[in-house]
């Protein structure tokens, strides 16, 4: 009897001493491997993403109720933000290069890597690796986990290509291009100047539900003919997302540009009062006056740079989009 407890115990030590083994070997492997974890598991724990270059300060990306800003003070443009947490979510080993192949790797992290760091709500940081250079076939992206010991070739299930494409986008580049996203209903007034064509400037204002007043912007007769209220509400769908093709604040001609006279400026006050202004000079060197020029009319791909006084940028716009909004003060009237 006994011999038979002494066996038994001595199997339970034996099994208890097996698991602190095994368990201590499991938490060895997992500190080795931790160096390849670099998807996070659930997008809602994002909050913000730090991007640092090797030239240029920081951008933060940073999540604030529905909406996502970069560097405190500007909407970002959905899509993007969409591409960045697929990227941050998804990403994936493809391979694990040769050590043949490290210092080559790793002088393209050094002069193109790109430092990523992810926070939670509490600003806790969830990750923070590095970004490299793409495969040769341009097929996956190097990745470096801060800290670890090797590189990896990561790659998202089902897609082919660079990984640094949703990383590596100027600070601009980021931006909401959507200027104009109202509810008609909350229109109070448009105003819109033709500086080379005055007679065609116009203001509507709205004089109660679906009711509205059209007068020129300068001295000249009066419309007679019959206001069409309808054309007026449809005039007003026009302001919803109308958006620029690109910021180009960088460009060395703006102050050139900024001295030329406008094809238009246009005004829209809420019905909070708030005003948002947009002035409109043409790209080409063609005489644009107003609504009645027969250019650009026919030239689909005729631009427009765009001031935009709030926060003093310059975009460039397409006029095909635009279009629906340029039209002329006789335009609301029957006949």
């Not at 033709?194 to 007769?221: A, H, K, N, T």
């Not at 009062?273 to 790209?283: G, H, K, L, M, S």
């Not at 989009?321 to 002329?328: A, K, T, V």
């Amino acid at each position: 009897m006994n011999r038979r407890i002494l066996l038994l115990l001595g199997f339970l030590l034996l099994l208890v001493a097996m698991i602190f083994y095994f368990s201590d070997s499991e938490d060895e492997y997992s500190d080795v491997m931790a160096d390849r974890f670099f998807a996070i598991e659930n997008e809602e724990d994002i909050h913000k993403v730090i991007l640092t270059k090797r030239r240029g300060g920081p951008l933060i990306i940073e999540r604030e109720g529905e909406d996502w800003f970069v560097q405190g003070e500007r909407k970002i443009r959905p899509h993007l933000v969409r591409n960045l947490l697929t990227g941050l979510t998804k990403v994936s080993i493809q391979s694990q290069p040769a050590s043949s192949k490290y210092p080559k790797i790793e002088k393209d992290f050094i002069t193109f890597g790109i430092k990523v760091q992810v926070f939670d709500e509490e600003d806790n940081r969830l990750r923070s690796y590095y970004l490299g250079s793409d495969a040769n076939d341009g097929n996956g992206t190097y990745y470096y986990m801060e800290g670890g010991e090797r590189f990896y070739l990561m790659g998202m299930p089902g897609f082919e290509g660079s990984m640094r494409a949703r990383f590596d986008i100027k600070e601009d580049q980021w931006w909401r291009r959507q200027v104009l996203d109202y509810d008609p209903a909350n229109i109070r007034e448009v105003k819109l100047n033709y500086p080379r064509q005055p007679e065609e400037s116009f203001r509507i204002l709205r004089d109660g539900e679906d009711q509205y007043r059209v007068e020129p912007l300068i001295d000249r007769p009066l419309v007679t003919r019959q206001l069409l209220n309808e054309r007026v509400k449809a005039y007003f769908q026009e302001f919803r997302r109308k958006g620029l093709l690109s910021y180009v604040n960088d460009r060395p001609q703006i102050d050139t540009v900024l001295e030329m006279t406008p094809f238009a400026e246009l005004e829209v006050i809420s019905n909070d009062a708030d005003t948002q202004r947009i002035v409109f000079i043409p790209q080409s060197s063609q005489n644009i006056q107003g609504p009645n020029s027969q250019s650009p009319y026919q030239f689909f791909e005729f631009r427009y740079y765009v001031f935009l006084p709030a926060t003093m940028d310059i975009a460039l716009a397409q006029h095909m989009l635009w279009r629906p909004i340029f039209r002329g003060y006789e335009h609301f009237f029957a006949g």
